[in-house]
């Protein structure tokens, strides 16, 4: 009975010996560790910290050394600009999102950023609002993105913007930020509102959050009557729940679909063990082990199904969201550079025709000319942010003193500044209010030009969007005492115009009488690379002021 059992034993060695050597063979350390330094964006970083522990607990071995996996938690646009720069440290990077990525791209370094080597989840991007307000919502706002665009508009009075406030994420420094900008300029333009678009661009650039944890916290703090609406990602919303259980927000998925975070890979090493750990690594983030905390953290898989954290009684949809079709880099870009000109800093002169003609009633309504065009100036006055440079100048005949066409009501300069114990922002506002028609007075509208357009030039500023903004009813000069004459102003302004130090004029003409001028001030406008407007009813200027707002994204260069 001993041999047997002798040769039991024997086995129970043998096999023993072979598993030691198998297992050590796959979890060889002898050669010490192996550094994968990883950085991720802040959302997915506890995450892949979580799956990097089991890693490391796990033994992954290349070349005799034993993988350590650490994960350091950073902004995605921080990573980008080391990256762009040639300053990049880490050797693994997890982005939030391949949108960021193909703007990079578009910049002067970004053809030597290594490719994108697949996604390891997603996050849709959507509208929120705290749960004890999405109720209040039905009626004013669908989940939508051209209703969002309408609540944001700044031109649109009397939209939903009155019961709803939209709060927005910097599209420069934040991923949700930019898809959102992206859905919502590709369902705009599909709706023909590009222009609507502008105003709600120009009024989300002023209250923008600074993360998605700022926006999500402000969603919960009632202030005013109007509802809070912010725009983030699935998972951040789930996050915020998380933490702050006690004041809970809800996601609202756009009825036209929507872009989502896809948390795209990029191995930045190039050293050939530390490259082989890196696909080690990446290989294991596909596994379901991983796959189930990435779930379980909120984030959707790469196929858009959702875990049981995404369920309805949570404030979420578990059904995968409709999909818009991914923009191309070209777009991205395009869109990068739209926001940038759209918010750079503004320096306007505002000449205000005051003459007789300004006196008369406008059709259908019980105000002047003079009473509406002031009303809809101080609304477009609401199109600039607080560092914004203005001025207002009025111009009729003689107004003042003898020969002199045009007066300075309100000196250039930043709105918030104060002035005579008031801010320029309020001294405009109240001269709007206050100006009266001149009953003789004709239009002295070409000497005025000459002489704001050369103040203007002298005083130019680089690092802003030079305009003069001109607001007449007339058919262009009108001067019984003659002045500059129509052809010797467009010689000037040709003369004087640099493309290199862009100073445009946007003219805006309204009443029965504009059309005779279109002629000249269309050569007046588009001397200088601006445009003139001639408006068929005095209500037509809201509009022409988003147009004028849509030009400063082309500029120098609108017209090919």
Not at 39 to 45: C, G, H
Not at 294 to 307: E, I, S, Y
Not at 480 to 489: C, F, Q, S, T, W
Not at 516 to 545: D, H, P, S
Request: with cysteine; glycine share 8%.
């Amino acid at each position: 009975m001993l041999v047997p059992l002798a040769g039991a034993v024997a086995l129970a060695v043998l096999l023993g010996v072979a598993a030691f050597v198998i297992f050590n063979r796959d979890h060889d350390c002898s050669g010490g560790k192996l550094p994968l330094r990883v950085v991720a964006t802040p959302d997915i970083q506890p995450a892949l910290n979580k799956i990097a522990g089991n890693y490391n607990k796990a033994l992954h071995s290349i070349d005799s050394k034993c993988v350590e996996v650490t994960v350091a938690k950073e902004a995605a646009a921080r990573t980008a600009n080391a990256l762009a720069a040639g300053k990049a440290t880490a050797d693994f990077w997890v982005a939030d999102s391949s949108l960021l990525m193909e703007s990079i791209r578009a910049t002067g370094n970004g053809d030597a950023l290594p490719q994108v080597e697949g996604s390891i989840a997603t996050s849709p991007v959507v509208l929120a609002a705290a749960r004890s307000a999405a109720a209040k919502l039905s009626g004013a706002l669908q989940p939508s993105w051209v209703s969002m665009i309408s609540a944001a508009n700044v031109a649109n009075v009397d939209g939903p913007g009155r019961k709803v406030r939209v709060l927005a994420l910097d599209p420069q420094k934040n991923s949700a930020g930019l898809a959102a900008l992206l859905a919502a300029a590709g369902t705009a333009k599909a709706a023909k509102q590009d222009q609507a678009l502008v105003g709600a661009l120009k009024e989300l650039s002023g209250q923008l959050a600074s993360d998605s944890t700022a926006l999500l916290a402000s969603l919960t703090v009632k202030s005013g009557s109007r509802v809070p609406v912010g725009v983030t990602s699935e998972q951040a919303i789930y996050a915020h729940n998380v933490k702050k259980p006690e004041s809970p927000v809800v996601a609202l998925y756009p009825k036209e679909g929507t872009l989502s975070l896809d948390y795209p890979v990029t191995i930045l090493t190039k050293d050939p063990a530390t490259l082989k750990a890196a696909a080690d690594f990446k290989q294991a983030l596909t596994g379901e082990s991983a796959k189930k905390i990435l779930r379980d953290a909120g984030f959707r898989g790469t196929d858009g199904k959702a875990g049981d954290a995404l369920t309805e009684d949570k404030g979420f949809t578990a059904e995968t969201p409709a999909a818009l079709d991914p923009p191309d880099g070209a777009t991205v870009a395009r869109m990068v550079q739209t926001w940038t000109r759209l918010n750079l800093g503004t320096r306007l002169l505002t000449l205000l025709d005051v003459s007789g003609t300004m006196a008369l009633q406008v059709p259908g309504t019980n105000m002047t000319r003079m009473q509406a065009i002031n009303r809809i100036a101080t609304e477009g006055l609401g199109l600039f942010p607080a560092g914004s440079e203005m001025g207002l100048w009025s111009f009729s005949t003689h107004l003042d003193g003898q020969g002199k066409d045009y007066k300075e009501l309100v000196s250039v300069g930043p709105l918030s500044e104060t002035v005579d114990g008031a801010t320029r922002k309020e001294q405009l506002v109240r001269t709007f209010a206050q100006l009266q028609a001149k009953s003789t007075g004709d239009t002295g509208l070409n000497d005025t030009i000459k002489a704001a357009y050369t103040e203007l030039t002298e005083t130019f500023q680089e690092d802003k969007v030079n305009t003069l903004l001109i607001l007449t009813d007339g058919a262009g000069n009108d001067d019984p005492d003659g002045g500059v004459k129509n052809a010797e102003l467009l010689q000037f302004l040709k003369k004087t115009y640099n493309p290199k130090r862009p100073l445009t004029i946007l003219l805006i003409a309204f009443g029965p009488d504009a059309k005779k001028g279109k002629a000249q001030m269309e050569a007046v406008a588009k001397a200088t690379g601006g445009e003139a407007y001639i408006a068929e009813n005095i209500l037509q200027v809201r509009e022409f002021f988003l147009q004028g707002m849509e030009r400063r994204l082309c500029m120098p260069n609108c017209d090919g």
